[in-house]
Each structure stands twice: as C-alpha cells, then as structure tokens.
C-alpha cells in the first residue's frame, strides 16, 4: 500500500509528491492527461519545426521560488533561458517601455518617459533589496507566515512601515500615478497587474503589478530551454529518481472517504488505490469539494461558501509558427521576451471594464511571448515561435466588436477571436500577419479539455482579488491545504498563495501531511474547526 497518492501531475502535484518521496514515502502520482505537466507542457503539434508552450511560458516565480530552488532541478536537466530584455510595452507612437535586465538600464529608460521615474524605479528596487526575500518567504509559506511576518516588521519598523503598507493596497493606477510622471513606470505596473484578474483600480493590483516588475528586475522573465515540458519533465526524473512513480491517463473519479478520513482514491476505471497516509489533490476547489469529494462527507458551511468561489478571467490563446521576426515598429520590443499590447493605462481599464461587464473585449490588452527570442532553441533561424493570449469573460453577455462573439466559442467564433487579436498585434507591428505559417486557436474550452484545473480557461486556479486571498482562499476561514477530510490536503492553485507556478501550493500540502505524521500539528485543522462551528482558528505554526 501506498504512503500517499497525489490526484494530478501539475506542478504543484510533482513538487508535493517530490517533497514526500524525499521524506521517505511511497508516493504515486495519477494524472488524468496522457501526459505530466498540467499547464507546464509543450509540443511541436503546431508545426513540426517549431517548439510552441501549451498553456504557461515564463517563470519569474519558478526562478525566485525557495521551494523550486531547493529541488535543485538542474540535476534533471533543467536549464533555463532568457531573453535579452525582460518585458516590453510598445506604444502606437514608437515610443517602448522596457523592463530591461539591468536595473539602472531600465531606469535610464523610464528616465525618458518622465524626469525622475528612473530615480524612482530604482527606489523600489531599493525596497525590494531590504525586503523582497521576507516577501518571498511570506508569499510561499502557508498562512499566517509568522516567521516571515515577523521579520517583515523588524525591517519596517519606523515611518517607512505604514507607507510602503499603503502602497502595497493602492490600485495599480494609483500606484503608478504616484511613483511616476510618465507613462512607462506606470504601464509596468498595470500591465503586470493584469497577468492575474487585476484591474488596474481594483485594491491591491499596484502591490501584485510591483511584485512581477521586482521579480523581473531581479530574477527575469526565464523560459526552460527547449520549452515549458522541460520544467515538468524535470520534476518528474527527479520524483522518479526517489522512487516516486506518475502514472498518466489515469482520471481519478472519486477521494474514498471512510469515519471522516481520506483513505485513498478510486479511479475511472473502478481500480482502487489505498493510502496509509494522505491523499493530496492538485485539482480546483470547486472540483474537489462536491466533486471527488462527495458533499456527504462535507460540512455544509463548506458547500454554501463554495458557492460563492469565484473564478478568475477565462482565457483565450493563439500559438504561431512565424516565418520571420516580429516587426515592430520600435526596435526596443523586438528583444523582449514578453510583449504587453495597450496604448494606455486607460485603455487597460477600459479592457478590463468590458471583461466585468461580460463583454468580449473589441481591443483586447493582449500579451505576447517570443519564445525564440527567449530560447533559440525554439524554431529555426530567423523564424518566432510567438503565442499570444488575452482574457475574455467567463460568461459573455455581448461583444463589444462587430463579430456578435457570444461564448460558444464554434469555428466561427475562435476564427473571429483570433483575427481581432492579430489585427491589435498588426497595429503594433505592420507586416506581422504576412509572417504566419501556422497558427492554433485554444478558446476557454479547449484550455479546459486539455487540463481540467483550467476551468473554461481560468488561469490562477480562482480570482486573484483581496477577497479571495490569504485567509480567504479558496473560501473564507481556510487559508491553509488542511480540508475538513482528514489526511486529505488541498495542494492546487485554489489553495493559499494561489497560481503562478511556484509549487508553494504543493509544497504547503506535503509539508501539512507530513506533520500530522509526526505530531507536531494537530489533528484536528482549523478548516474542521470553522465548518464544525467553531469558530477560533488555532494555526500551526510555519
């Protein structure tokens, strides 16, 4: 029997199930695709001589996560690569913000935008300094990360404290407004803000916006050499090479669930698999609780605040085999291996309006990867292997273009979508759509059937908003991988910090189950405490 069996081979289920396996445990992985990876994974199925990511391309959080770091994935292969120029936010009028890889290069730039901005990038990158580390470790540890709070508040303590709290709060918009007087320092912020469902006026989105800029200040935006399978096929050698196994094609139906415990999971086949120990989920919430666990063996406080859960923006995706070069029509973004499309600030807000209104956006922000800028490996010489995404509403109500999108998504739907993509990239680049080769549509349903996790192409595993995060997440009162089913742990992107591939959410879960192994936790979890009605949540500490 089984010490543990871990439901998907994401990356958060492989860095869970790695992290057993080094403790010791016998630990298999079921995976419901006929390949490991979940959102980390790529092909050559769009043309034979190009290398195109499926789902996720650049790693920012990967590079500066402590848990992906201590894996030390090297020794299975991985190598990373990067662009030379970190992100770039072209404007219709030739000017470019650049996220460069030096901070005093992207400074000098910002310079130029507003007297002052580089001064004042190079004061956030000064904060970041004194405590991005502290911010790392809080963000990947599960909640509350006392340690890390701890030493957050030693550094601040003082009159910078409060202040640089508030900024952390502001709206991007706000944010930017400011810190800067042009428009590069902000565009930074907002467009990074909108990797997740953040507006740029929604609360917090200029602490989130800060947080990718920094990382891409310190870390890069790197890509695995040879494309995203190669993370995933990482973690797998090394799981292997601990004895782990990860068995792909293998859907699991049902977490078996006896007395209140999780005692293994039965698969869409009827096999059964017992555990000794745990089961470890990296599947949503909502496909968790009611789904593979049935609501019999749930507390209804549970089941009535999970439906409310509330999903992040659905997701549409083009990959492209190019013949050449993207032509821009300033020479600054052709080096950048992240391209953001907006003429404004402004004009993001207006996207994301549409998006809250359930409109499908008529000019869609998008953002733009040049994977052989990033990796040369990716597509013959003088060619891109380029993919490009933008968000559409979960549900579409309207279409604020001429195309009357609905959110069926047909044929003529995907086409239309796609085209009205390639026309704002054309806007930025003339020329661009002469290059294409070959292209492939992923709508949200076809995000969705190739990774389950992806619900209608929901990237961040829930809505990144404040109010279903921290303590909040996946819903109120949780915040933790510890569910009301003994030994079975939440370890997807539902969980606490949320998505992003990091691997925290996985290894919180293994790190939960392996305490209550040796008797250092408490059996009984604040999440059974909260749904049983009690209502004072005893944590244990990080």
């Not at 920012?60 to 990067?82: C, K, M, T, V, Y």
């Not at 469902?197 to 989105?205: F, I, K, R, T």
């Not at 990482?234 to 799981?239: H, K």
């Not at 209608?456 to 990144?464: E, H, K, M, Q, V």
Request: net charge neutral; hydrophobic share 40%; charged share 20%.
């Amino acid at each position: 029997m089984l010490d543990a069996v871990v439901i998907g081979a994401g990356p958060n289920g492989l860095v869970a199930a790695n992290l057993l396996a080094d403790a010791g445990w016998s630990v298999e992985v079921l995976e419901a695709q006929s390949e490991p990876g979940g959102a980390v994974r790529s092909d050559r199925g769009l043309h034979p001589d190009y290398v195109n990511d499926t789902f996720s391309a650049f790693y920012p959080l990967a590079a500066a996560s402590p848990i992906i770091q201590s894996l030390e994935l090297q020794a299975d292969g991985l190598r990373w690569s990067h662009a030379p120029s970190v992100l770039a936010h072209p404007l219709p009028d030739g000017r470019c913000a650049v996220l460069e890889r030096s901070k005093e290069a992207t400074a000098q730039g910002l310079d130029a935008f507003g007297a002052g901005d580089g001064a004042a990038w190079s004061r956030m990158c000064g904060t970041w300094d004194r405590i991005g580390g502290d911010v790392l470790d809080a963000l990947f540890t599960p909640f509350p990360p006392l340690k890390a709070a701890a030493r957050l508040a030693l550094r601040l303590r003082g009159p910078v404290g409060l202040p640089l709290a508030r900024s952390l709060l502001l709206p991007a918009r706000r944010l930017g407004e400011e810190e800067f007087r042009g428009d590069a320092g902000r565009l930074l912020l907002a467009g990074n803000a909108l990797h997740a469902d953040l507006a740029p006026e929604a609360a917090g989105s200029g602490g989130f916006g800060w947080l990718l800029c920094m990382l891409g200040q310190h870390y890069g935006f790197p890509v695995p050499a040879g494309g995203a399978g190669g993370l995933a096929a990482a973690l797998v050698q090394r799981l292997e090479r601990h004895g782990g196994t990860v068995r792909c094609g293998e859907p699991v139906r049902e977490v078996v669930v006896r007395g209140g415990r999780a005692m293994g999971v039965r698969t869409a086949t009827g096999e059964a698999v017992p555990v000794r120990r745990c089961v470890l989920a990296d599947v949503s919430a909502p496909d968790l609780y009611g789904g593979l666990v049935d609501e019999r063996h749930l507390p209804s406080a549970l089941l009535q605040s999970m439906r409310r859960f509330q999903w992040d923006f659905a997701t549409f995706k083009i990959d492209w085999a190019l013949g050449g070069r993207i032509p821009w029509n300033t020479e600054a973004a052709g080096g950048a291996g992240t391209v953001h499309l907006s003429d404004s600030v402004g004009e993001l807000t207006r996207f994301a309006a549409q998006l809250a209104s359930g409109t499908a956006p008529d000019r869609p922000f998008t953002l733009l990867g040049q994977m052989t800028t990033a990796d040369v490996s990716r597509s013959p010489r003088g060619t891109e292997s380029a993919w490009a995404y933008t968000h559409v509403p979960q549900t579409v109500v309207g279409d604020a273009g001429p195309d009357r999108i609905t959110g069926v998504w047909d044929e003529r739907e995907r086409e239309a979508m796609a085209d009205r993509v390639e026309r704002h990239v054309e806007h930025y680049a003339p020329g661009f759509r002469s290059l294409i080769r070959a292209r492939r549509i992923l709508a949200p349903p076809d995000l969705q059937a190739l990774d389950a996790n992806l619900h209608n192409g929901a990237i961040n595993g829930g809505t990144a908003s404040l109010h279903q995060q921290l303590i909040f997440r996946p819903v109120p009162g949780t915040g933790r991988p510890e569910t009301p089913v003994r030994a079975l742990y939440l370890a997807s992107a539902s969980a606490h910090p949320g998505g992003g591939v990091h691997g925290a959410c996985g290894a919180n879960a293994a790190r939960a189950a392996l305490r209550s192994t040796t008797g250092t936790a408490r059996v009984l979890t604040s999440a059974q405490r909260l749904f049983s009605g009690r209502l004072r949540i005893q944590q244990p500490r990080d």
